[in-house]
């Protein structure tokens, strides 16, 4: 219910679903903690990620959006990931679908942890390093995460308004269609494996990690009442090998397989 709450409020400007265009609301000016596209048509702020590439690219040190960053990660970490975020919610709805799921294995597990080094990868390279290259060298960047792989601008902005809107529709080319290819094939995977965006490609997740072990909010352990079981670790959908390692995003699920009530 806090998912489907905080996506409602992220896009509170409902009637430019309505009419293919993007709200302008001036709010806009700030972000929420969340993955939500600044071109979703009912979007009234801004995407924290967007917005840090969109800085860099235009030359400017990112003070704000990094301040911002620092305290949403210093509160929460990746409590955001968990609670705040649209497209960790339909990801988790698709997971809810009837059918076959992976199942983890001690193999399986060591390949999802070294695969899931690549969202700093994808954080290092996509949303800092090249939208700052590319202004040195043109003297204008291009926020290349959001260009090219972000799958949450393809469901909330891309679809509505290339549907709604005719001249949009006119005008989409071969990186709309690489755009919906990258999203239909996360959208195939999340039926099957929990959260595969948010565990493997996220830059956003990547930056609130950093904060997990020392963020205010999170999860705390009782060790007069740990017995060491493990239960806490095989009940993770995330792979994450303790409480608050940097792919724990505090869903809570390791609470409610603890016996001795530690958690």
Known sequence: MIQILSMLIYNAD?????????????AKAACVPGLNCYSCP????????????????GG???FFITGFLFLAGALLGRTVCSFLCPFGLLQEILYKIPSKKIIRTKKLLAVTRKASLLKYVI????????????????????????????????VSAGWPLVLLNESLRSAAGR?????????????????????????????????????NRTAIFGIKV?????????ACVAACKMDAL???????????????ACKTGAL
């Open 175 to 211: 990186l709309f269609v690489w755009k919906s290819a990258v999203a239909l094939a996360i959208i195939v995977w999340s039926v099957f494996m929990f959260r595969p965006f948010c565990r493997f490609f996220c830059p956003l997740g990547a930056i609130y990690s950093f904060f």
């Open 242 to 256: 303790h409480i608050n390692d940097r792919e724990c995003i505090r869903c809570g699920d390791c609470k409610a």
């Open 14 to 26: 409902i009637r430019n679903f309505f009419t293919g265009t993007i709200s302008r609301s001036p």
């Open 60 to 62: 400017t040190v990112p």
């Open 123 to 154: 954080l290092l390279v996509l949303c800092i390093a090249m939208p700052i290259a590319f202004c040195l060298r043109n003297g204008l960047g291009s926020p290349f995460f959001c260009s090219w792989l972000c799958p949450q601008g393809t």
């Open 222 to 230: 009782d060790a007069s009442k740990c017995t060491n079981c493990g």
């Open 42 to 57: 009912g979007a009234v702020s801004s995407c924290p990620l967007g917005a840090l590439q969109n800085t860099l690219a």
